[in-house]
């Protein structure tokens, strides 16, 4: 049995009824950007979340962006993240001119570490970004005990942990302002690129819309330089179908969870993944810890089981970041665990079967 890392079609066969008949009626109106379909969505969204405002944008780069210029970063300035993230996040930071300042994780569940975060705070610190990252929410009580003595403001990076909470909330609606990312692949994911800004602050939430649409709130009336970055009508609708089944989808994520580590915790050599005491994870990701990993990938592979790596590499050793001359070994957390980490099938439609395939393998591939 081959087994796929992801299976986006079985998702789309779930909605493809609903979604055509709201599509031809977008169609039949003409209303492709913003619209009901666009307000109804980001209406929603806030509701899921429990934020008061959510601003749909193109991607979730852009969001980054966005949230980053709306809480007030500027060139020069420093903004510190975890050095395991998609490079997005660190993109978003160069992209307005600002500094990214990497920080180290914890040797558990890979998540930004506080403490490392509070030994990189300078006078030039404009923002902080935790990275929820693998469908964890990072740990925001310490982070929001850090920032409430220096107001320095948090910018969480949702994009892989849409319906993932903690005892204080549900991730994007922890900080001062947050992104995510609806590309296909997340949890909650479009049918082409989209994102989305979160917020409880009116006045963000407008900076945010403002500056998506060309610095503008009224047609020719440009307050401020922007760029264009808007959520479509298409990718509203589908997201709007796709919404309704996201618990559903998350629940069953997390079963096959379950199933992984009953499967998987016996076998020598592999480490699995745990949950922090009050999350509750999303599992956008599934991420073991194997030696020898790409050994083990390439066997993976070889026995038609899909797998993948993310992240191989941290952004200090990326020759993107080069110019930053950081050297290897200053973040060892991180960089252990990047020769060592292999994300295995998770999506909603993973049977049982398909685990038992998954795990007999692995037990093959790294003896």
Same mark, same amino acid.
């Given at each position: 049995?081959?087994?796929?890392?992801?299976?986006?079609?079985?998702?789309?066969?779930?909605?493809?009824?609903? %979604?055509?008949?709201?599509?031809?009626?977008?169609?039949?109106?003409?209303?492709?950007?913003?619209?009901? @379909?666009?307000?109804?969505?980001?209406?929603?969204?806030?509701?899921?979340?429990?934020?008061?405002?959510?601003?749909?944008?193109?991607?979730?780069?852009? @969001?980054?962006?966005?949230?980053?210029?709306?809480?007030?970063?500027?060139?020069?300035?420093?903004?510190?993240?975890?050095?395991?993230?998609?490079?997005?996040?660190?993109?978003? %930071?160069?992209?307005? =001119?600002?500094?990214?300042?990497?920080?180290?994780?914890?040797?558990?569940?890979?998540?930004?570490?506080?403490?490392?975060?509070?030994?990189?705070?300078?006078?030039?610190?404009?923002?902080?970004?935790?990275?929820?990252?693998?469908?964890?929410?990072?740990?925001?009580?310490?982070?929001?005990?850090?920032?409430?003595?220096?107001?320095?403001?948090?910018?969480?990076?949702?994009?892989?942990?849409?319906?993932?909470?903690?005892?204080?909330?549900?991730?994007?609606?922890?900080?001062?302002?947050?992104?995510?990312?609806?590309?296909?692949?997340?949890?909650?994911?479009?049918?082409?690129?989209? =994102?989305?800004?979160?917020?409880?602050?009116?006045?963000?939430?407008?900076?945010?819309?403002?500056?998506?649409?060309?610095?503008?709130?009224?047609?020719?009336?440009?307050?401020?330089?922007?760029?264009?970055?808007?959520?479509? @009508?298409?990718?509203?609708?589908?997201?709007?179908?796709?919404?309704?089944?996201?618990?559903?989808?998350?629940?069953?994520?997390?079963?096959?969870?379950?199933?992984?580590?009953?499967?998987?915790?016996?076998?020598?050599?592999?480490?699995?993944?745990?949950?922090?005491?009050?999350?509750?994870?999303?599992?956008?990701?599934?991420?073991?810890?194997?030696?020898?990993?790409?050994?083990?990938?390439?066997?993976?592979?070889?026995?038609?089981?899909?797998?993948?790596?993310?992240?191989?590499?941290?952004?200090?050793?990326?020759?993107?970041?080069?110019?930053?001359?950081?050297?290897?070994?200053?973040?060892?957390?991180?960089?252990?665990?990047?020769?060592?980490?292999?994300?295995?099938?998770?999506?909603?439609?993973?049977?049982?079967?398909?685990?038992?395939?998954?795990?007999?393998?692995?037990?093959?591939?790294?003896?």
């Amino acid at each position: 049995m081959n087994v796929p890392f992801v299976d986006l079609k079985a998702q789309q066969a779930e909605i493809l009824d609903e %979604v055509t008949l709201e599509l031809g009626r977008t169609l039949a109106d003409a209303t492709f950007i913003g619209g009901p @379909a666009v307000a109804a969505f980001e209406e929603e969204y806030a509701q899921h979340l429990g934020s008061r405002y959510c601003v749909g944008v193109g991607n979730g780069t852009d @969001a980054l962006e966005l949230a980053l210029r709306a809480v007030g970063v500027e060139p020069g300035g420093e903004v510190i993240l975890p050095v395991n993230t998609f490079i997005a996040t660190a993109e978003a %930071v160069s992209r307005l =001119g600002a500094v990214p300042v990497f920080v180290d994780v914890d040797p558990v569940h890979l998540l930004i570490d506080p403490d490392a975060v509070s030994a990189a705070i300078t006078g030039r610190t404009q923002a902080i970004i935790p990275v929820h990252l693998f469908g964890q929410v990072a740990p925001m009580k310490a982070l929001r005990d850090i920032t409430a003595s220096t107001g320095i403001p948090l910018v969480e990076d949702s994009a892989q942990a849409q319906g993932a909470s903690c005892a204080e909330g549900m991730a994007g609606s922890l900080g001062t302002v947050a992104s995510t990312s609806f590309y296909p692949g997340k949890n909650l994911g479009a049918a082409g690129d989209a =994102g989305a800004v979160t917020t409880d602050d009116a006045g963000i939430a407008r900076t945010v819309r403002v500056l998506a649409a060309h610095g503008s709130e009224h047609r020719y009336v440009h307050e401020r330089v922007g760029f264009n970055s808007r959520l479509d @009508a298409i990718q509203a609708i589908v997201l709007r179908a796709k919404l309704r089944k996201l618990a559903g989808w998350n629940t069953r994520r997390a079963d096959a969870a379950d199933v992984y580590a009953d499967l998987l915790g016996a076998i020598p050599g592999v480490r699995i993944p745990v949950t922090a005491p009050g999350n509750t994870d999303i599992w956008h990701l599934y991420v073991v810890r194997v030696a020898e990993r790409e050994r083990v990938l390439a066997r993976l592979s070889a026995a038609g089981v899909g797998a993948a790596i993310h992240y191989p590499t941290p952004l200090h050793l990326t020759e993107a970041y080069a110019s930053l001359g950081i050297p290897a070994g200053s973040f060892p957390v991180a960089e252990q665990a990047a020769a060592q980490i292999l994300s295995l099938p998770m999506f909603p439609h993973l049977s049982p079967d398909q685990q038992e395939t998954v795990a007999s393998a692995l037990a093959e591939a790294v003896r």
